[in-house]
């Protein structure tokens, strides 16, 4: 078959003149960067296939996604996961239905809730010692489904950012016996079908749709994904049909070819996977020899997660650290604890760097610690995922007057936006939700640590204005 990454090559040096879009007409003299990228950047012409109606290349890709993947259908993703979750909950719930959640989903769960005037039961996930998300169980899923009537579907996140996951032929056997469908929102776990050292992923133990980011942990560029329909729960003309409402109908084929290429390198070279598994256990081995930074517990062996939490550091003092002083750029920080992501793609020299960095910055720790004789640790205290209580749906409230006051004397309104930390993007507090001590104290952590949180307008929140 051809390949869409052989289509543009043949296009790049082909003598067609272009009297369409886009603009730049492959001749962008910008930079020469921009220049290579414009020379195969094109829209739907001739003999190129529809992302939206696919019939010939993309076609014979979602095909060959179907085969690896075993799944019904294999969509490809130019939004990423993002436009997976809402075109997921959109083909599943009707307007006003009620959807279960597990409360740590990431913003876009969210938005599609908003958008359809879903009313969302939440599951909250239990915190371990380290102030870290556990896996959803089968037990609690059990528990709501037995309380809660007239649920449409659910969605929760597995792996998680710091590499949990769930029990997801578990939670998929309890919510099959209520012809309830299951969306994983597996956006950190597209590499897991590559090597028997990672969890197994949902596609194969029950999920009936999974959400998977690429370019997080594979070789494949910013905004490449994969919605991978795995049983009858809705048509495939139905999931084709909310999957062109919420991506561009005029998708990138730049974007696409880097899926084809991702998958055709990952699938056809399995070796590199058990280099990069080899690699990993040996620099986890070393880093668990640290003293007091800890290297975390994960299901997912890439997922490289340090807790701060017996220093007298925060996570976001840590991740200044290694940015400033070691030139290491983490994945994200939160109070206690620091995430590096690593794929195949990092090379021995990266972990090297890393190992060492880690090292240095454990001594400097023991060192100020002998010399501090009032050395004091984080005030660590285990907590768990706090529940904030509902007083209306989150399009409900987005609709309301609003106004805006100091996030201090917010304590007993009702949130008119979203609050989160981002990255990961899993909102504190959600619209529609009555703002508490417990978010007070938590948004003035994030702040007196420097750490961004979106929601805030110098200082101030969006509250529902009750004396309009």
Request: include cysteine; aromatic fraction near 8%; hydrophobic fraction near 35%.
């Amino acid at each position: 078959m051809t390949s869409i990454y052989d289509k543009l090559k043949q296009l790049q040096y082909g003598e067609e003149y272009p009297f369409h879009m886009p603009g730049h007409k492959r001749n962008l003299k910008i930079d020469p960067l921009f220049d290579e990228i414009a020379k195969v950047d094109i829209t739907e012409i001739t003999g190129f296939d529809d992302l939206h109606h696919p019939e010939e290349m993309i076609r014979d890709l979602m095909d060959n996604l179907k085969q690896i993947y075993g799944t019904e259908e294999s969509y490809l993703l130019v939004n990423s996961s993002t436009a997976g979750n809402l075109s997921a909950i959109a083909a599943l719930c009707k307007i006003g239905d009620k959807i279960l959640v597990a409360r740590n989903c990431h913003k876009s769960v969210y938005h599609a809730i908003e958008l359809l005037g879903l009313d969302p039961v939440y599951i909250y996930p239990e915190v371990d010692e380290d102030g870290i998300c556990e896996g959803i169980t089968k037990e609690q899923v059990e528990a709501v489904i037995k309380e809660e009537k007239m649920i449409k579907a659910m969605v929760l996140v597995s792996p998680t950012y710091e590499g949990r996951v769930s029990d997801i032929r578990g939670i998929s056997d309890v919510l099959h016996q209520y012809d309830i469908p299951l969306i994983v929102d597996e956006a950190h776990g597209a590499h897991f079908i590559y090597h028997e050292a990672f969890p197994e992923s949902a596609v194969s133990t029950g999920a009936d749709i999974v959400i998977q980011s690429l370019h997080k942990t594979l070789p494949a560029m910013t905004q490449t994904g994969l919605l991978h329909l795995c049983t009858d729960c809705v048509s495939k003309e139905m999931m084709q049909k909310k999957l062109s409402i919420f991506q561009s109908s005029s998708p990138s084929y730049v974007l696409m070819s880097s899926i084809e290429q991702c998958i055709h390198i990952c699938d056809g070279n399995r070796g590199y996977f058990q280099q990069y598994c080899e690699r990993l256990w040996i620099l986890r081995e070393k880093l668990e020899k640290l003293q007091h930074i800890q290297l975390v517990r994960t299901d997912d062996i890439g997922k490289l997660v340090f807790s701060v939490k017996n220093t007298m550091i925060s996570g976001e003092k840590l991740f200044e650290i290694l940015r400033d002083q070691y030139h290491l750029e983490m994945e994200m920080s939160e109070l206690y604890y620091v995430i590096a992501m690593t794929s195949i793609c990092d090379t021995q020299e990266g972990y090297d760097r890393l190992y060492e960095a880690m090292t240095e910055i454990d001594q400097m720790i023991d060192l100020e610690k002998k010399q501090n004789k009032n050395h004091i640790q984080n005030n660590f205290k285990k907590m768990n995922f706090h529940k904030n209580r509902k007083a209306m749906k989150p399009e409900e409230a987005t609709r309301r007057k609003r106004c805006q006051i100091d996030y201090k004397q917010a304590e007993g309104m009702i949130a008119a936006e979203f609050v989160f930390l981002y990255p990961p993007g899993i909102p504190l507090v959600v619209p529609g939700e009555v703002i508490d001590d417990h978010a007070i104290h938590k948004i003035s952590q994030y702040e007196q640590n420097d750490m961004k949180v979106i929601g805030l307008d110098n200082h101030k929140i969006y509250i529902i204005d009750e004396r309009i």
